[in-house]
């Protein structure tokens, strides 16, 4: 049996990132997973649902989540998208676990196993999936090219 994994559009405003990259999408697809994936879902991060080649588009949350026993997010879910999942997935994000007990209740209660990347420790043998850090690099690099541009 393959691993199914979903991946939605992020709902937060302003928040433009993708949980899945077309490039790791094909990696989980050599590997033998199912990719379910909300339509549109990388359009803020400037991918079409063209790039995510073999990766099953559907039209909204219920039907990305359903079945699903891994689900990548950037951001924490909401109250909405938690009811969504099916009871004992896996889900993997930025979740701030220490923000909202509520949503730490409601994973629980729907036996959802919850992996937050910005709790991983920051030492070299974590560091290619250090989160944190990552996300730093790109915020400097951002700061550098807004200070160019208004030069």
Do not use: W
Not at 41 to 65: C, K, N, P, Q, W
């Amino acid at each position: 049996m393959s691993l199914s994994i979903a991946v939605v559009r992020e709902r937060l405003p302003g928040e433009s990132r993708v949980a899945l990259v077309p490039e790791t999408a094909k990696k989980f697809l050599a590997l033998g997973a199912k990719l379910c994936m909300e339509q549109s879902a990388g359009t803020e991060s400037h991918f079409l649902d063209s790039d995510y080649a073999d990766v099953s588009l559907v039209g909204g949350i219920g039907e990305a989540y359903g079945g699903a026993q891994l689900i990548l997010r950037v951001t924490p879910p909401s109250p909405e998208e938690i009811a969504a999942m099916p009871e004992g997935a896996v889900l993997i994000g930025l979740l701030k676990p220490f923000e909202d007990k509520a949503r730490l209740a409601a994973l629980n209660a729907k036996k959802i196993t919850a992996f937050s990347l910005e709790l991983l420790p920051r030492i070299s043998r974590a560091q290619s999936m250090d989160a944190l850090s990552s996300q730093a690099s790109c915020a400097g690099y951002q700061c550098g090219l807004i200070a160019a541009a208004r030069c």
